[in-house]
């Protein structure tokens, strides 16, 4: 069983940056490719970034590529999102998910865990 816990959300204005933490419970996280999604009011939840176990491969969705940069670090159980020059239409829900044993992917359902999701707005 893996737990997630989101961090780093608030309100932010257009232009700005936030860092959105997700630490991760268990013994699986540095086996585990990790997701970012995010969900606005209305819409389904989209990809945003993924990255590889190891670190050494990532995956953009392409409105966010060049803004936004996925991270992790295996020793802290923890993966990152950091989010520059952020614009109204990034407010949503964000949310990280854990696929333990595979590799990256776009694919929300093949993500096996999630976490409870933190609010990002951005004002204009």
């Known amino acids: 069983q893996v737990q997630l816990v989101e961090s780093g959300g608030g309100l932010v204005q257009a232009g700005g940056s936030l860092r959105l933490s997700c630490t991760a419970s268990?013994?699986?996280?540095?086996?585990?490719?990790m997701g970012w999604f995010r969900q606005a009011p209305g819409k389904e939840r989209e990809f945003v970034a993924a990255i590889a176990y190891s670190g050494g491969h990532t995956y953009y969705t392409d409105s966010v590529k060049g803004r936004f940069t996925i991270s992790r670090d295996n020793g802290k159980n923890t993966v990152y999102l950091q989010m520059n020059s952020l614009k109204p239409e990034d407010t949503a829900v964000y949310f990280c998910?854990?696929?333990?044993?595979?590799?990256?992917?776009?694919?929300?359902?093949?993500?096996?865990?999630w976490g409870q999701g933190t609010q990002v707005t951005v004002s204009s």
């Open positions: 268990g013994r699986t996280f540095s086996s585990s490719a």
């Open positions: 998910a854990a696929r333990p044993g595979y590799g990256l992917t776009s694919d929300n359902t093949l993500y096996d865990y």
